[in-house]
């Protein structure tokens, strides 16, 4: 995809909208000296309330109110101006959440996913806070971003994590839900292996990839089934979501006993990586006369990269090869349905039923209501007719 085009404005209230994408993103600059400016209104405002009660008193004393009004009303509207004029500059808290991402610039369906999350949110009154990691699925990179979320806690009702690289940061995400104290849900990927190892306030929303890559390896056994000798898949994935390959391939076994699989799981989500490991694979295929029925991508953007790889491959091995992504984008959608390229579907994960369930748990938690620690949702496949 092209460059990403932002646009910003900043309101009074301190807050900078950007927009980008189809992005709606929210980053907050906070003012640096309300305190003072805080103590100042007040320090001001019992000034002039002291000044009230003593101008009054001198009256009172000289009986130029006494035949007016009674003595105690003058004493309450000293005190009432202390107390309102501070009140005058205060402005309602605003309620946020945040949302930390794992990956943003190759992760494309997270554009619709944020999209949605903001407005599911915005119909609560509640504002989002966008935290981008400067590199994707780096651990470090992710756990700054926690980091920033635990100095500014009091600002948040709760949040939303899609955890990177969860092996190494499980312990992690354990102290900083301990830490933080407040709901956090988990997506995209279920970052503990058990129920019983989630932080108290902390649950899981979102699709399993076993699940999806269950779906996937279905897909291609009832496709494969009527091929002729023995068929060859080959897998390109990333480290990420390692359940997604080792789930189609085993499902693809119990289907295809003959099946022939590769795997090769150094692409990394990325479209460039994906295509030079396909073209790799089909000139290993052309020096032994193999055969590349299809290719099962763990996400849409390597899925894109297979497409044209075969396409700018000139080879019998490629003749009739199929391709099957994962996530459900725009662009892979808008192939499948033309029906003119190898990509023929993709295991669609619903950006909106994903962000509308992930912040009915994140309210529910807020609220103090009980909530399952996994909110499963169920992936589907978007086909051609």
Known sequence: MGAVVQRARVEASG????????????????PKARLP?????????????????????????????????????????????????????RRATTRRAFLVTSA????????????????????????????????????????????????????????????AEVRRMRQDLVEFCDELAIPVVF???????????????????????????????????????????????????????????????????DSIPDVEITINDSCAFHRTKAYEAVQSHVRMLDRTNGRLDAVFCTNDEMALGAVEALRATTSPSTAATVVIGVDGVREARALIGAGTSPLRATVVQDAHHLAENAVHVLERMHNGRQVPKRTVLRPEVYQAE
């Not at 407005?119 to 590199?135: C, E, H, M, N, T």
């Open 15 to 30: 807050a900078v909208f950007q927009a980008g994408r189809d992005i709606t993103v929210q980053h907050h600059v906070y």
């Open 37 to 89: 400016v805080r103590l100042g209104a007040w320090v001001l405002a019992l000034s002039a309330g002291l000044g009230v009660v003593v101008g009054a008193g001198l009256l009172i004393r000289s009986g130029v109110l006494l035949r007016s009004v009674p003595a105690w009303t003058v004493l309450v509207v000293g005190a009432l101006a202390a107390l309102v004029l501070p009140l005058r500059g």
């Open 187 to 253: 997506t995209d990927l279920d970052p503990f292996e058990d129920e019983d190892r989630y932080p108290e306030n902390a649950a899981f929303v979102g699709y399993l990839s076993a699940d999806i890559g269950t779906l996937a390896g279905q897909w291609l056994a009832a496709r494969l089934r009527a091929a002729q000798g023995r068929p060859h898949v080959l897998i390109v994935a990333g480290q990420e979501h390692q359940d997604r390959q080792m789930r189609c391939a085993h499902v693809l076994r």
């Open 104 to 163: 943003f610039s190759d992760k494309y369906w997270l554009a619709g996913f944020v999209q949605r999350l903001h407005g599911a949110l915005d119909r609560s009154g509640i504002d989002l806070v966008l935290k981008v990691p400067d590199r994707d699925y780096d651990a470090a990179a992710q756990a700054h971003h926690l980091r920033r979320v635990l100095t500014a806690k009091r600002e948040f009702i709760g949040g939303v994590v899609l955890a």
